[in-house]
């Protein structure tokens, strides 16, 4: 009898204690929660920004002109082509901004100098007319401005134009014929060289003569009706000077 309680209590103390690896696999344990993947964020690829494209001066000849004439430098017809009347004025444009005076054509700096530019600058010589042989171009300073800029024709070879200073001492009105040459009509004249008095600044016959290059008799022809102006705005002992070489 006590066997088969020793037995009974066997059996009963074995299902009623667990055995530590009945505990260790029931008891529930806590997972590790997995790491949430990061997305990685997306690289946008480097755009490389085009180079600008440098422009040739010719693109902007039509603007050029534009800006030359709103100005007052007479540039002929504005149609992009830059003409020996368009380079006249981009001579002028040069020398009275400074930059080295030639007669060559559009360049980028003179195209970014124009275009840039909002009005005429004030200049650095002392009221007068003032004849300019490179360019082929004649400035009428008034007080502290250039009143015009406009195209003369000034001697050519053999008959140059000298280059002196000096001042208007007398005045023609209207047309008369040269005494020097037959048949050669002068307009509206300014004598400005005593010690030379054939030597005048005038209009002539026709705006033709008025040349983009040296063509005169030693004369200075002037555009017409710019010299008319200037004749009438033009007092006796006026400041006259001619300068530079063709």
Not at 31 to 50: D, G, I, Y
Not at 72 to 91: M, S
């Amino acid at each position: 009898m006590s066997f088969v309680l020793a037995g009974c209590s066997d059996v009963a103390a074995s299902e009623s204690t667990p055995s530590p690896t009945q505990a260790s696999s029931s008891t529930p344990t806590s997972a590790t929660p997995s790491a949430t993947p990061t997305a990685k964020p997306t690289v946008k690829p480097t755009v490389k920004p085009k180079p600008k494209v440098k422009q040739k001066p010719e693109y902007y000849a039509l603007r050029v002109e534009r800006q030359l004439d709103k100005l007052g430098y007479p540039v002929g017809d504005v149609d992009g082509d830059i003409t020996a009347r368009a380079k006249q004025a981009l001579c002028a444009w040069r020398e009275t901004h400074g930059l080295p005076v030639t007669r060559k054509g559009l360049n980028l700096n003179d195209a970014y100098s124009v275009l840039n530019a909002t009005s005429r600058p004030a200049p650095t010589r002392s009221p007068g007319i003032y004849v300019n042989k490179t360019c082929q171009i004649m400035y009428q300073i008034v007080g502290k401005s250039y009143k015009r800029i406009v195209w003369i024709s000034t001697g050519g070879p053999g008959y140059e134009t000298p280059n002196r200073t000096g001042a208007v001492w007398r005045k023609w009105a209207g047309a008369h014929e040269s005494s020097l040459y037959e048949d050669a009509y002068m307009y509206d004249s300014l004598y400005f060289l005593k010690d030379r008095p054939g030597i005048a600044l005038h209009g002539s016959r026709v705006n033709s003569l008025v040349k983009p290059y040296p063509d005169s008799h030693r004369c200075v022809r002037v555009v017409r009706p710019e010299i008319h102006h200037i004749f009438t705005e033009t007092p006796l002992g006026t400041k006259v000077q001619i300068y530079g070489e063709y």
